[in-house]
């Protein structure tokens, strides 16, 4: 897969469970979190968006667990983005470092609210022209 974007994180200790790996529910926060630096590093926070009346909302979300994380992991979280018509799926990957190891991937699909109206997401794909594919 081609990606766009990365960036690694650790694992902290508050997103461990009882048995001592990464909770579920926290990848959706590792793919939240890349998916902000993403759009800030391409150029529009979501805060900006926001004031520009556009909200992308995030409309589904698929993850497939591959095997799990550990306190004390450092982790690579890479993604990619394509158009659907209206939806803009962000396809993402974490690996474990420094091996390099699969832990998950997922998509997540997202739709655009402009001026709290559902749309078409034009003008999110003006400012992402650069790197969907």
């Known amino acids: 897969m081609a990606y766009i974007f990365e960036t690694v994180f650790p694992v902290r200790d508050y997103e461990v469970d009882s048995q001592g790996i990464v909770n579920n ?34 409309r589904k979300v698929e993850i497939e667990y591959l095997t799990p994380l550990t306190l004390g992991d450092e982790i690579l979280s890479r993604l990619k983005l394509t158009r659907q018509g209206p939806r803009f799926v962000f396809h993402q990957e974490i690996f474990r470092l420094p091996e390099l190891t699969p832990v998950c991937r997922g998509e997540c699909t997202i739709v655009c609210l402009e001026n709290k109206r559902l749309s078409r997401g034009d003008i999110l794909a003006e400012a992402f022209a650069d790197v969907i594919s």
């Open 25 to 58: 529910a926290i990848y959706l926060h590792y793919f939240e979190h890349t998916r902000h630096l993403f759009c800030q590093e391409a150029g529009t926070s979501f805060r900006e968006m926001q004031q520009k009346g556009l909200d992308p909302v995030l």
